[in-house]
């Protein structure tokens, strides 16, 4: 049971540049979230989605893309990489919701330069 | 307005001392509140949560939520070398999906 997996766990952007992050879970959980940790300024949620075909919008979602196609599956992609983009993003997933609480993923630190 | 207030810390404190973390919270509609370990470049993992007013005791760790104050604080009792931390909070409304409300973070380190 691999809980929640991120690919890549580490990446150096140039700006202007776009990538994917990969998120996958294996619980079967249908609310799935993306946040971006900065030093200092806590977790700050970027999109989430309460099922496959289903995304809507955090708090800091300008920049950034998601898709839903399956339960598993929950990427995040990045167009045009700026300097501001350069942060800790984790990936979790919930059984339901904010009931009980997330499984994060181990993160992916990415640079943009 | 969806804020959680945590002192970032860091707070030092020698083995087998109780630790206390706390946090204020200021949205009225938090129902659910979690408190997160997280080690240094790992994701954070979950340690407790409790729903609405009172304790929830597991281990060493005991949580404890006041609504009519919106206070949370986390109690380690025995702390050991392995507790030292960040420590967050959060918060969220009741069956709400739209993600959980963090504090920043409190650092703990537990001198051996």
């Known amino acids: 049971n691999a809980g929640v997996t991120q690919t890549p766990k580490f990446r150096i952007l140039k700006i202007g540049q776009s990538m994917t992050l990969q998120c996958t879970q294996d619980m079967n959980h249908n609310y799935m979230y993306w946040y971006r940790q900065d030093p200092g300024m806590g977790l700050k949620l970027i999109y989430y989605?309460?099922?496959?075909?289903?995304?809507d919008k955090g708090e800091v979602p300008n920049g950034y893309n998601v898709s839903r196609s399956t339960t598993e599956d929950f990427p995040l992609r990045l167009e045009l990489a700026a300097p501001s983009q350069t942060s800790v993003y984790f990936c979790a997933s919930s059984l339901q919701g904010n009931n009980y609480g997330y499984t994060f993923g181990s993160g992916t630190r990415l640079t943009v330069v | 307005q969806k804020e959680v207030e945590q002192d970032p810390g860091p707070l030092s404190v020698p083995e087998g001392a109780i630790v206390s973390l706390n946090c204020t919270y200021s949205n009225s509609a938090f129902q659910y509140f979690m408190w997160y370990r997280q080690y240094s470049r790992k994701g954070p993992e979950l340690l407790m949560y409790t729903y609405s007013s009172g304790n929830k005791e597991d281990g060493r760790f005991t949580a404890q939520v006041d609504k009519s104050s919106k206070y949370i604080s986390l109690f380690i009792r025995d702390s050991q070398p392995s507790d030292s931390a960040t420590y967050l909070c959060a918060g969220g409304p009741g069956g709400g999906a739209d993600g959980l409300t963090f504090g920043k973070g409190t650092h703990l380190i537990i001198q051996p």
């Open positions: 989605s309460v099922g496959a075909g289903i995304t």
